[in-house]
């Protein structure tokens, strides 16, 4: 075989292997409810989680703020006075949202008969 024609036979079986692996990946069963709950709690955990980094970094630059004012009102050195930002708010401690039962599916009448 020439170089040319096994690189075209290494091209064909590439694209067979990933055609194989796209259909595969299409027929992946939908995630059941206790699956979806988890990644819901997931998320809602990684969000309270940006919310606490969100406010450590605002305490940690007005802590940081105020060094630097304090240390340039020592060295008698005329600064611009601080520019007026929202205080920090504090997210709480982590809730784990409650687990609602999923209602069960209640039987459906049959229509009256005449």
Excluded: I, N
Aim: glycine share 2%.
């Amino acid at each position: 075989m020439t170089p040319k024609s096994l690189a075209a036979v290494a091209l064909v079986a590439l694209l067979a292997t990933l055609l194989a692996a796209t259909t595969a990946l299409g027929k992946l069963p939908p995630p059941s409810e206790e699956a979806r709950a988890q990644a819901a709690a997931a998320a809602a955990k990684a969000e309270w989680s940006k919310r606490v980094a969100a406010y450590e970094l605002c305490r940690e630059q007005d802590r940081v703020a105020a060094a630097y004012f304090a240390h340039a009102r020592q060295e008698h050195k005329a600064v611009k006075p601080a520019v007026a930002t929202p205080p920090c708010v504090s997210p709480g401690p982590y809730v784990a949202q409650a687990k609602t039962p999923s209602p069960s599916p209640s039987p459906t009448p049959a229509p009256a008969k005449k």
